[in-house]
């Protein structure tokens, strides 16, 4: 027998409502996979980095061998793997033609803490697989706007527990500091650096002042762009100003004329090495 057209009407619209209605309980019960956010949300797609996956696998693979160099291990988020900050640092060393070639591998997932680093247990078995120099520490962005209790309980455990970590692999920690948020500079970037500084008085370690940098160069270029479109992350100049402030940092060199500028003006990529070269200091 024929099914009357309003029953079928009736049985479609009711289907309908019934799909609608289970996918709206899936996302609304977080259950199609989403994490919850821990950095500020980006307002713009924020850049891709320059590295592919499989490149990180190539350079684990190197820091396994007998290859000689210098083996820096990068812990941090989207501030560190942006633009491959790692990387940039490594091709300003081969410009450069140092001694000990740099072999640096970012163990850095977007919105990762140091608590979530140290809880995960990856950067442990990092430190057990290869038999690091340096370990470069970085937290989320908004770390530097706790307040101060927020910061010994939240940051400075687990800031303490990978340093010792590191130091008991027999590698030497420091410190990244970043740079804060674009709409709240420069207040931002000057808690970030007080945080930075105040955790490497704990640590008993050093600190590349990235973060000093950036207002070295903003404060004699304010029209200088070195955030992304999001206000948060680097675009490709505040991340080759990271670099040089890195290579200085590892090598005790400046980075001032290194032919290396990922693809820079050739007179902006030196603005920025010279904004680099004075924070970073050579160690006498």
Request: glycine share 8%.
């Amino acid at each position: 027998m024929r099914r009357p057209l309003p029953v079928i009407l009736v049985t479609l619209v009711l289907g309908g409502l019934a799909a609608a209605a289970l996918t709206w309980l899936w996302f609304e019960l977080n259950l199609g996979g989403a994490e919850p956010l821990t950095e500020r949300p980006a307002a713009a797609p924020a850049p891709m980095p320059l590295a592919g996956p499989g490149d990180a696998v190539n350079r684990l693979a190197d820091l396994k061998s007998e290859k000689a160099g210098l083996r820096v291990l990068f812990v941090g988020n989207s501030h560190t793997f942006m633009h491959d900050v790692p990387g940039l640092t490594t091709k300003l060393a081969e410009a450069a033609k140092v001694e000990r070639p740099l072999l640096a591998y970012p163990e850095a997932p977007g919105g990762t803490s140091f608590k979530m680093h140290w809880e995960g247990g990856r950067v442990q078995q990092l430190l057990r697989d290869v038999k690091w120099d340096l370990v470069v520490l970085q937290d989320q962005s908004v770390m530097p706007n706790y307040s101060k209790s927020q910061r010994d309980t939240e940051t400075l455990p687990f800031a303490r527990k990978l340093a010792e970590a590191a130091r008991e692999s027999g590698a030497k920690p420091v410190l990244f500091m970043t740079w804060g948020y674009a709409d709240e500079y420069p207040e931002t970037l000057t808690r970030a650096k007080a945080a930075y500084q105040a955790l490497a008085a704990d640590l008993k370690t050093d600190v590349v002042p990235v973060g000093a940098a950036w207002e070295q160069a903003l404060a004699k270029r304010a029209d200088l762009t070195l955030w992304s479109g999001d206000g948060n992350h680097a675009d490709i100049r505040g991340s080759y100003l990271a670099a040089c402030c890195f290579f200085a940092a590892f090598y005790g060199q400046s980075p001032v004329g290194n032919s290396f500028t990922a693809g820079l003006d050739v007179d902006e990529a030196r603005f920025l090495q010279e904004a680099a070269a004075a924070v970073v200091k050579p160690k006498k």
